[in-house]
Each structure stands twice: as C-alpha cells, then as structure tokens.
C-alpha cells in the first residue's frame, strides 16, 4: 500500500490542518465557478481576447459563440465565450 508516513505530528493538529485545506479548496471551486458563470459584454470580450467588437459581434451572429439579450445590452457568459473561442473545428475537406 502506497501512502503517506506522518511522523512526530501531533494527530488535533493534523485533522485542524487538514479542514483548513479543506475550506481552501472549496473556496477555490466557488471562485471557479463564479468567473466561468460571470457574463460580459461583447466589447469587454473583444479586449480580452484582443480581437475587435465586430469579429465578436460577427461569431455571434453565426452562432460560434452563444449570447443573451437583456433588453438592449448583449451578454456573453464567460465560459462560453472560453470555450467557443479555443474549440478548433475539424476542417471540412482534407487534402489527399
């Protein structure tokens, strides 16, 4: 059995550490979470993927990136626009 030999620890201290470790890493999941779900504007996406508003704009329109419309303002959700702008698409035709 492969593991961790723990020596001249004591075992309150250890279990406290542990637990911090714990909330640490949930707190890093929550962080995660709440960027990927944050929506942006389409300018907001386009100087943070140093493109132009048009190019967002456009890969809206043609349906590579997926937005939302409240009112008159468009929202893309970050993940979204992550995944949608490093997806590399198959090519169509192969050369033989």
Known sequence: MKGIVLQNIDTN???ELLEVVNE???DV?????KENKEKITPEEAAKEWNCSKQTIYAKIKDGTIKASKNGRKILIVRSDLNKALTE???LKYKRS
């Not at 999941?29 to 979470?33: A, F, W």
């Open 13 to 15: 201290k250890f279990l």
């Open 24 to 26: 640490l890493s949930n």
């Open 29 to 33: 999941k929550l962080l995660i979470d």
């Open 88 to 90: 590399v698409k198959s």
